[in-house]
């Protein structure tokens, strides 16, 4: 499996962006697709995940409300729509993919992308 981030930029606070993460393979449709980030000189984070189907989401704490995870299995891809964007969601996003259930684990995550920059200014 191998996929590639996209959508990352530079806003302001306040702005949205739409990630994209486009999969090869052809478990796409049966696997459970993740969201993480990573900030400068801190951990990697779960930001969301969603299920084969789309039936069933899971957020991190700190984007609950403010980000959707959405996925077109005809398009073997994943979204993730940023909104209401502060500085410190600024970071790395990288989408990875596991075959089983979804989790907020990535260590249960064994394929990454390389992650898409995203940067918001005050």
């Known amino acids: 499996v191998q996929l590639q981030a996209s959508g990352g930029g530079s806003v302001q606070a306040g702005g949205s962006l739409r990630l994209s993460c486009a999969a090869s393979?052809?478990?796409?449709?049966?696997?459970?697709m993740g969201w993480f980030r990573q900030a400068p000189g801190k951990a990697r984070e779960f930001v969301a995940s969603?299920?084969?189907?789309?039936?069933?989401?899971s957020y991190g704490d700190s984007v609950k409300g403010r980000f959707t995870i959405s996925r077109d299995n005809a398009k073997n891809t994943v979204y993730l729509q940023v909104n209401s964007l502060k500085p410190e969601d600024t970071a790395v996003y990288y989408c990875?993919?596991?075959?089983?259930?979804?989790?907020?684990?990535?260590?249960?995550?064994?394929?990454w992308g390389r992650g898409t920059l995203v940067t918001v200014s005050s």
């Open positions: 969603i299920s084969w189907n789309g039936g069933t989401t």
């Open positions: 393979g052809r478990t796409f449709s049966s696997s459970t």
């Open positions: 990875a993919v596991r075959l089983l259930g979804h989790t907020d684990d990535a260590n249960r995550y064994p394929y």
